[in-house]
């Protein structure tokens, strides 16, 4: 099955840094990919989508200065979260369609990286 | 419009029995409707999906019934082990929207021993 991983897994960091999370597709070319984030026992918030080559589109009130996201290539993706405060401390997850496959609506989750920020 | 409701927020269930999770939806454009489990602390892994011009899905002790004239669609776990006992998640997407996933509340089972 398709694997998607994330890095790092959990980062602890100090307020006013930022923190870049990679998302991999390891073994299928991810022509999308999306950002959620997850607060404890809530639901996946879509955060953004990057395809390929072009730019993110982020969703309504997500911050595109402070969330940055690259997809350069076909296999990874990047979020920086810049200058980092407390209440961006949460549960990040990507996740990787492959618009090639058979099964284009099918989305692959990664296994989320936890972010404190102190 | 684009909201997915899912019901109920928690659930107990005993070895052995069935659990159903349900999900209703407003939005008639929405044509992929997937199912998934977390355990805490893990990403989202695909269990089951659904498209509209079917009725119910089949894979192993999952099954998803899907009811297009009421907008609803539910998961059920026949022989509910304890290691089932997890988050469960249904979304909505839709092509025009660039396939993006909308998800339910969620649903935390705990299924007894």
């Known amino acids: 099955g398709a694997v998607v991983s994330q890095h790092p897994s959990w980062v602890i960091c100090k307020s006013g840094t930022s923190v870049k999370i990679e998302c991999r597709s390891l073994?299928?070319?991810?022509?999308?990919m999306f950002w959620y984030r997850q607060f404890p026992k809530q639901s996946l918030m879509l955060m953004a989508t990057?395809?390929?080559?072009?730019?993110?589109?982020?969703e309504q009130g997500v911050e595109k200065d402070k969330f940055l996201i690259n997809h350069a290539s076909l296999t990874l993706s990047t979020l920086t979260v810049t200058s980092a405060h407390p209440e961006d401390s949460s549960f990040y997850i990507c996740?990787?369609?492959?618009?090639?496959?058979?099964?284009?609506?099918?989305?692959?989750f990664g296994p989320g990286t936890r972010l404190t920020v102190l | 419009q684009q909201q997915v409701k899912q019901s109920p927020q928690s659930l107990i269930v005993q070895k052995g029995g069935i659990s159903i999770i349900n999900c209703a939806y407003e939005?008639?454009?929405?044509?992929?409707f997937p199912w998934y489990q977390q355990f805490p602390g893990k990403g989202p892994a695909l269990l089951i999906a659904?498209?509209?011009?079917?009725s119910e899905k089949k894979e192993g002790r999952f099954t998803i019934s899907f009811n297009k004239s009421a907008k609803q669609f539910s998961l059920h776990i026949m022989d509910s082990q304890p290691g089932d006992s997890a988050t469960y998640f249904c979304?909505?997407?839709?092509?025009?929207?660039?396939?993006?996933?909308?998800f339910g509340s969620g649903t935390r089972l705990l299924v007894r021993p």
């Open positions: 979304a909505a997407s839709m092509m025009d929207s660039s396939y993006k996933l909308i």
């Open positions: 990057s395809n390929e080559g072009s730019k993110a589109t982020y």
């Open positions: 996740s990787a369609r492959d618009a090639r496959a058979g099964d284009t609506d099918t989305q692959y």
């Open positions: 073994d299928f070319q991810a022509t999308t």
């Open positions: 659904i498209r509209p011009d079917v």
């Open positions: 939005n008639t454009a929405f044509d992929y």
